[in-house]
């Protein structure tokens, strides 16, 4: 791989107070990458961004940009540009003043300011709004003001805090498909901070899920769903059932070992365990038949529906097991019956051990 | 809001008594004075009388308020205010915004000692400035003890203005105050964010996006200058009389009612076109707020 375009190398953010925003974080990302910093509301993830455009200054550590040490580099200076959480586009400025204001205080020269808006507005789809005014505008189109006015600075780096925060859910779908068009097409570095961890997955091509101020783990979105490090990341995205497990035997390539709900069995995993580990399993792995499965290999259960939450294309079924409650999702592929199961139906629930996961931190 | 009209009563109820007294005690008295800058005092019996008047009989109140002596007054006063308001303003930016940066447990505090200086009658506060500027006063007494001086610092035109910033100056950080606490700080970094210097920056995004605050600065400090008379009088002296002072002597000491009122009525005009000018900015840089 060539040189990242982003090294970020141990870098801590304290505010006064002592409280430690970012914590000892680095994270390198490479050229073209659609990266997501995801977490928490209050794990650093925006104050990581704010240290990256220079709005903040790290306590410690290093930040390069395209190899260069950023430590004095002032926002102004930086090869970065930022779509604002609250898209901050001027009210006092026509869209067209908005987008060309970083342009015109650069000393752009102007028939090349006026083809790069136009240019800009283009690709934003906001040519026949150039001569409005924010205040007569939606969120959505505020936020590509925002956009254009970054993008047209022709930075290596697009920095975007929460970006589809503020939109709704029908504009939200199509902004995300929107901004890896866009992503593809000016062929940018994008980093994106986001709650969502839908957005994540679906738009980044690699994900740093942070907590309280560190990294948990950073790797591409299907790495993370299935092979998340942490309790933590796995629980973070996607839904999991954790499951507490005594470890009997340790071999090579497997472990055996004992969970109180789902009890004995054998399960892949290069970890080193000691006596104890949490076993993960995806609501979806987990399978509900009303006769027992024949397979040896199934881990297999009898269980009690306790509750069936119905979401059109999939149905969330809790299932209790000896006590225990067990999160299941049910595919609706057959328009009659739904997941097929009622509250206070007997069932059986069953898995196969290849698809759970030993977490040991 | 609702609309009024689904609630009359509550309406007529609620906006009653300041109506009242707005129409009790300004724009009754204001009528009558505007009735009186077009009368004559009456001749009864043979002498003028003290109380009687020919309404609207004459302009001559006006062709006299319009002689060199009183247009001189009138220019004195407008253009003291506007220096005066211009030094508010330079003083006060500066003050309101570090105000805004200041932690937020200091800001109520440092609000506080901004209008302390209310606390205190004015005649009182700008008696305390004649001591200690005057002649015998606390500064020149100082400076005595160093062998310089005796300075004459008071009695001149740059006493009236230094008087005046003093007097008005929280009117101006007032409003500025809560201007720039209002603004959103992410228009600034964005500003930033794209290039500009915090120069520019101040320039076209600060500056115009807290341009409401600063035009009713300049309306709260502006106009009230126009009209004073108290600090010309005292720190500046008879030289330095304004129209206020004129409005003032006509009623209080030459007993010229409606001459008083045709220069009062002088300086409502003057400052109705500047509020004119003031409305017509305003809607020029439209899209922001006044």
Redesign the interface.
């Known amino acids: 791989m060539s040189e990242p375009i982003i090294s970020i190398r141990n870098v801590t953010k304290e505010f006064s107070g002592g409280v430690k925003a970012v914590d000892n974080v680095s994270i390198d990302i490479e050229q073209n990458e659609f990266f997501a910093l995801l977490g928490p509301s209050g794990c650093g993830k925006t104050t990581l961004l704010r240290m990256i455009?220079?709005?903040e200054t790290p306590t410690s550590g290093q930040i390069f940009i395209g190899g260069e040490d950023m430590a004095f580099t002032?926002?102004?200076?930086r090869p970065?540009?930022?779509v604002?959480?609250?898209y901050?586009v001027?009210?006092?400025m026509t869209v067209e003043q908005n987008v060309a204001?970083?342009l015109k205080?650069?000393g752009v020269a102007p028939d090349e300011i006026k083809r790069r808006v136009a240019e800009a507005l283009e690709m934003v789809k906001l040519s026949h709004l150039a001569a409005r005014?924010?205040?007569q505008m939606s969120g959505g189109q505020r936020q590509r003001v925002a956009l254009a006015?970054?993008l047209v600075?022709r930075p290596k780096v697009l920095l975007l805090d929460e970006p589809l925060s503020a939109l709704d859910a029908k504009l939200r779908d199509d902004m995300r498909l929107e901004l890896t068009r866009l992503q593809e097409t000016v062929g940018i570095t994008f980093i994106i901070v986001t709650h969502d961890q839908d957005e994540a997955l679906s738009m980044a091509s690699r994900i740093a899920v942070m907590n309280k101020g560190g990294v948990a783990q950073i790797a591409t979105p299907a790495d993370l769903y299935e092979q998340p490090k942490t309790k933590f990341v796995a629980d973070f995205i996607g839904k999991v059932n954790l499951l507490d497990a005594a470890i009997l035997r340790q071999n090579t390539k497997t472990i055996s070992c004992n969970t109180k709900v789902l009890g004995k069995f054998d399960i892949d995993t290069d970890k080193t365990c000691g006596s104890e580990a949490t076993i993960a399993i995806r609501p979806e792995k987990l399978k509900l038949t009303v006769k027992k499965p024949i397979g040896a290999k199934l881990v297999c259960k009898p269980a009690i529906i306790k509750d069936v939450a119905y979401y059109g294309d999939t149905s969330h079924v809790i299932a209790d097991v000896d006590g225990v409650m067990l999160e299941v999702n049910v595919q609706n592929d057959s328009r009659t019956g739904g997941a097929g199961v009622e509250r206070g139906q007997k069932i059986f629930v069953s898995f196969n051990p290849h698809d759970a996961l030993v977490l040991t931190e | 809001m609702d609309d009024w009209k689904d609630f009359r009563r509550v309406f007529w109820t609620l906006a009653s008594p300041g109506t009242v007294w707005m129409l009790v005690f300004f724009i009754i008295p204001m009528a009558f004075l505007f009735v009186l800058s077009f009368s004559s005092k009456a001749v009864v019996d043979g002498e003028t009388s003290t109380t009687a008047y020919n309404y609207f009989s004459t302009l001559g109140n006006y062709v006299a308020a319009g002689g060199e002596n009183y247009l001189i007054l009138l220019w004195r006063a407008i253009w003291t205010s506007a220096l005066a308001t211009a030094i508010c303003l330079a003083l006060a930016y500066p003050l309101a915004m570090a105000v805004c940066f200041a932690p937020a447990r200091w800001r109520p505090l440092l609000l506080l000692l901004l209008i302390l200086p209310f606390w205190i009658n004015l005649l009182i506060r700008t008696y305390a400035l004649y001591s200690i500027f005057r002649s015998t006063g606390v500064v020149n007494q100082t400076l005595g003890v160093l062998g310089l001086g005796p300075f004459e610092m008071l009695n001149n035109t740059t006493a009236v203005v230094m008087g005046l910033v003093y007097v008005y100056l929280p009117f101006m950080v007032l409003p500025l105050y809560s201007t720039i606490e209002k603004l959103d700080r992410s228009f600034l970094e964005a500003s930033l964010d794209l290039g500009a210097t915090q120069a520019t920056t101040f320039l076209r995004v600060t500056w115009p996006l807290t341009l409401p605050g600063i035009i009713t600065g300049i309306i709260l400090v502006f106009i009230p200058c126009l009209g004073t008379f108290l600090t010309s009088d005292i720190l500046g002296g008879p030289n330095n009389w304004n129209i206020g002072n004129a409005i003032q002597n006509q009623f209080l000491e030459a007993n010229n009612w409606p001459f008083g009122a045709a220069l009062s009525f002088i300086l409502v005009y003057a400052t109705s076109i500047a509020l004119l000018l003031q409305w017509l900015v305003a809607r020029r840089s439209k899209g922001v707020d006044a």
Request: proline share 15%; net charge positive; glycine share 8%.
């Open positions: 455009s220079g709005l002032p926002p102004n200076l970065t540009n930022m604002f959480q609250s901050a001027f009210p006092h204001y970083g205080v650069t005014k924010p205040d006015r970054a600075k």
